[in-house]
């Protein structure tokens, strides 16, 4: 039998009406073998059937009799190796390479459930989300702490040299003073200048810094944290950071902190700010003044004043101003209490 192609176009060319003899220069064969091909019947076959592909009859491979021994062994263990699953059907007489059994593992190795991510959002005014991210500069290593509100996705950060509480504490009274207000409750990861100890997962609390929670007192938002390993919760803030990275950091130059800075409050307020969220489908700036602003707790009526001393550096170790105690006598505090009567 020809070529299925040329018998449908000999079809084809013999309903559009030409000569058989032109028809068979078209093909490029003798017009006698037209006159046979249309003798025979050939051109009255189905032509689905004559573009049937020919089926290759499957070749058995050598790992087939084995491959309910692996199947078996996984459902069991299924953390095997693959070279360990070799290892076993090799003595049980299998004669193949590693390589396709690695193939056929992949295939049927049970996989765990992936976890399902569940959205988290908050009401207006409610949430802040807080983190520490770092860059690389000629001049050295900085932190950007950023704080992204958890309704309108609105985005404010700064960088710092250091993460220490009384960077927190700085970044946290400027970022409210940008946002006019303060949200009813922050959420951090395991920051350790935040959070001292973190007993839940034993049945215990949450352990805060005593500092910092007399500057959340103070400010009036509650402190919120990350379970260990959960840092999924945070994807709110987790996701800028990489915004961060490709849309400000990258392929941009900066002369020294102070550009840095006000490169980044630039790019808040012309680009970060100022787009539509891909999850909310909302511009940050729009969703936060129309529903947001509102409902922020008022800024305190003057910042915080830490208990603790601030730390002198000499040679490279920080070092306290003394305390000078004076000693009274019992005696002494018995009559201040009795003048107070």
Known sequence: MYGWER?????????????????AERLGVSRR??????????LDQDVAALCAPRL???????????????????????????VRLFEEVRAAGY????????VFVRQVRPRPPADEIVRFETPPGHQAQVDFATFRFPWGK??????????SRLLWLQFYARQTMATVIEALEAAFTYLGGVPRELLFDQMRSVIVDDQR?????????PEFLRFATHWGFRIRACRPYRAKTKGKVERPIRYVRESFFYGRHFLNDADLNAQALSWLERTANTRTHRTT??????????????????????????????ATTTQGKPS???LTVERRSLAWYDRLARAAR
């Open 7 to 23: 018998l449908v176009l000999l079809r084809h060319l013999l309903d559009a009406g030409l000569p058989k003899t032109e028809i």
């Open 201 to 209: 997962a034993d049945g215990g609390r949450l352990l805060e810094n």
């Open 95 to 102: 004669p193949g390479g590693l390589a396709q059994l690695q």
């Open 33 to 42: 073998l037209v006159y046979h091909w249309i003798a025979t019947g050939q």
């Open 56 to 82: 290759r009859r499957p070749v058995p491979a050598k790992l087939d009799p084995y491959k309910g021994i692996i199947t078996a062994r996984l459902e069991t263990y299924p953390d095997l190796s693959a």
């Open 142 to 151: 900085r932190h950007v702490f950023l704080l992204v509100l958890g309704y």
């Open 281 to 310: 489908g909302e511009v940050p700036r729009v969703r936060f003044e129309r529903d947001e602003r509102v409902l922020l707790k008022p800024l305190a009526l003057r910042r915080y004043r830490s208990l603790i001393l601030a």
């Open 320 to 322: 306290y101003p003394a």
